[in-house]
């Protein structure tokens, strides 16, 4: 099952330590820059070692409550692999014109393709602000 995930707009040492001890899942509000796309960092503490390949990351609309359930994803991106790990780090650059609105909170979840099985490392929340 999943860990814990952080999200900031500014990475820091304290977005770390936040998101490693506390048991809530990780939540994050990200700003909208001048070039329209939310950008900011994501780490994730996973509860066990992933497998050496790439990480997947979907983007589940929160305010549609069957969205998860039924694997419908506004957006989804992929971080290249590399070995097995504990720890992810990514920056995130969000662009509207993939199907992400502005003003919505968006659940998140981070984990890999293990031939027609998806694995879930971590999870967490992100809102866009407008």
Not at 38 to 45: E, L, N, P, R
Not at 73 to 87: F, V
Request: include cysteine; hydrophobic fraction near 40%.
């Amino acid at each position: 099952m999943a860990r814990y995930l952080a999200l900031s707009a500014t990475f820091t040492a304290l977005v770390l330590m936040l998101a490693r001890f506390s048991k809530k899942k990780g939540a994050g509000v990200l700003p909208r820059g001048a070039d329209k796309h939310w950008k900011g960092s994501m780490v994730a503490f996973l509860k066990k070692r992933c497998y050496a390949g790439p990480i997947t990351i979907w983007y589940f609309d929160k305010s549609d409550k069957g969205a998860v359930k039924r694997k419908e994803y506004s957006h989804m991106e992929s971080t290249p692999g590399g070995k097995a790990r504990e720890i992810v780090v990514h920056d995130l650059d969000l662009d509207p014109d993939v199907g992400l609105n502005k003003g919505r909170t968006y659940i998140i979840h981070l984990g890999q393709l293990l031939g027609r099985r998806k694995v879930i490392f971590a999870k967490g929340e992100v809102t866009l602000k407008p």
